[in-house]
């Protein structure tokens, strides 16, 4: 039907919205070499190029609270610049403990088990499937240091926090968690030495919010 379509790149993004139209001229040419030119064609609708949204961005909000040995987070999504495209993009994320779609507020909860990390990955994606995304790694909510002998417990809501170094059910050392900045709003860092228990013992660490029985976060190790 004497239609056609071509596809344009561009070189830059649309950063300042601008719309295009455009008019087709069709050109023959003889085995002369003699060009002739038809009538341009009419104006195209108008079309506003699009480009690959820009990086949405991924953090930790809060912790939701402790689901047994595992701890809900809370993240958000920030969407990146929509280079041209409408807004409203879908915003997904794909994790090691599970993937979808972010609600209406940009935000989903993953449980994460309490001694894993792992990257959270959130991706934006255009109506024409170009897409961008970026990484969170998600550090262990209850880790151990052995050669320094220091639980630290990340992502905890309760202030302040207690802990307790325990050897079967008896207790051997308690006290209050030492917070730690780390720069990160809505929840707290927070860190237990249990150096004075003799070198060898089996050993549970449990910190959480009662100062009676601490046992909100905890993780087996040997000292």
Same mark, same amino acid.
């Given at each position: 039907d004497g239609s056609f379509s071509l596809t344009i790149t561009w070189s830059y993004p649309n950063v300042y919205g601008h719309t295009w139209q455009f008019t087709a001229v069709p050109r023959v040419q003889n085995s002369g070499g003699q060009v002739k030119e038809g009538r341009p064609s009419p104006a195209s609708d108008p079309v506003q190029p699009k480009g690959a949204p820009g990086q949405p961005d991924v953090t930790i909000i809060a912790p939701q609270g402790v689901t047994g040995s595992s701890v809900d987070l809370l993240f958000h999504a920030t969407p990146g610049d929509a280079n041209g495209n409408p807004p409203g993009m879908a915003l997904t994320y794909s994790s090691?403990?599970?993937?979808? %779609?972010?609600?209406? #507020? +940009?935000?989903?909860?993953? %449980?994460?088990?309490?001694? #894993?990390?792992?990257?959270?990955?959130? %991706?934006? %994606?255009?109506? +024409?499937?170009?897409?961008?995304n970026r990484s969170l790694v998600v550090q262990p909510a209850v880790s151990v240091d052995p050669t320094t002998a220091v639980m630290t417990v990340r992502y905890a809501s309760e202030?302040?926090?207690?802990?307790q170094t325990l050897s079967g059910t008896t207790v051997l050392d308690s006290g209050k968690g030492v917070e730690v900045a780390d720069g990160a709003p809505g929840y707290y860092t927070y860190q237990w030495a249990y150096d004075t228990v003799p070198v060898g013992t089996g050993i549970m660490l449990a910190c959480g919010g009662d100062g009676a029985s601490p046992t909100t976060y905890e993780i087996s190790t040997t000292r």
């Open positions: 090691p403990w599970g993937s979808g %779609t972010a609600n209406g #507020a +940009d935000q989903f909860v993953l %449980t994460v088990p309490m001694t #894993a990390s792992g990257s959270v990955t959130v %991706t934006q %994606t255009a109506s +024409d499937d170009s897409s961008s202030k302040p926090l207690f802990c």
